[in-house]
T-cell receptor, first 112, second 116 residues
Framework: GENVEQHPSTLSVQEGDSAVIKCTYS??????FPWYKQELGKRPQLIID?????GEKKDQRIAVTLNKTAKHFSLHITETQPEDSAVYFC???????????FGAGTQVVVTP | SAVISQKPSRDICQRGTSLTIQCQVD?????MFWYRQQPGQSLTLIAT?????????ESGFVIDKFPISRPNLTFSTLTVSNMSPEDSSIYLC?????????????FGPGTRLTVL
């Protein structure tokens, strides 16, 4: 089945700097890759997603890139702010029913 | 996106007892998923609940321990049976999935379970 690896597990950045989180997946048939942000005590919230027919997608300070050949995708956060501090999860769609395989998560800490 | 609620939001239970968690959606959805998230960990899928059919369980999860009901297109329950402290976790439902016409999943607020 699908296996998703996520790195790094923790990421500390200075406010205003950029943060990059990388995920790799194993199943070449996976074609949908969402990113979720989970603040402490809250539910995971979808922040951006990308499909396999697209190489990059941007939404304000957030962007996701996908390299299908290498089977990896990355989340980029620019001009980080303290409110970006959270755990971020990547995921890959694994089957026709819509099941996801989640990465292990990245704890992002933005220091003022 | 759909508005999803869960009850209870949290509970403290004694070992050996059972707890039923409810998930309610404000619109009809085909696919509902139940996840477990242990402290500091990622999301692990327990089972997929498709209305009108038996739930499909992931490896390591069995129906006797986690029975699921899906009586209609807006509601599902997950029961955690014969609980032990190892079942202490956050349980989340989500909706979405390709059968429902969208790849994206949206999550309920979660139920924080502590087993003593």
């Amino acid at each position: 089945g699908e296996n998703v690896e996520q790195h790094p597990s923790t990421l500390s950045v200075q406010e205003g700097d950029s943060a990059v989180i990388k995920c790799t997946y194993s199943d070449s048939a996976s074609n949908y890759f969402p990113w979720y942000k989970q603040e402490l005590g809250k539910r995971p919230q979808l922040i951006i997603d990308i499909r396999s027919n697209v190489g990059e997608k941007k939404d304000q300070r957030i962007a996701v890139t996908l390299n299908k050949t290498a089977k990896h995708f990355s989340l980029h956060i620019t001009e980080t702010q303290p409110e970006d501090s959270a755990v971020y999860f990547c995921a890959a769609l694994t089957d026709s029913w819509g099941k996801f395989q989640f990465g292990a998560g990245t704890q992002v800490v933005v220091t003022p | 996106s759909a508005v999803i609620s869960q009850k209870p939001s949290r509970d403290i239970c004694q070992r050996g007892t059972s707890l039923t968690i409810q998930c309610q959606v404000d619109s009809q959805v085909t696919m509902m998923f139940w996840y477990r998230q242990q402290p500091g960990q990622s999301l692990t899928l327990i089972a997929t609940a498709n209305q009108g059919s038996e739930a499909t369980y992931e490896s390591g999860f069995v129906i006797d321990k986690f029975p699921i009901s899906r009586p209609n297109l807006t509601f599902s329950t997950l029961t955690v049976s014969n609980m032990s402290p190892e079942d202490s976790s956050i349980y989340l439902c989500s909706v979405g999935g390709r059968a429902g016409g969208t790849d994206t999943q949206y999550f309920g607020p979660g139920t924080r379970l502590t087993v003593l």
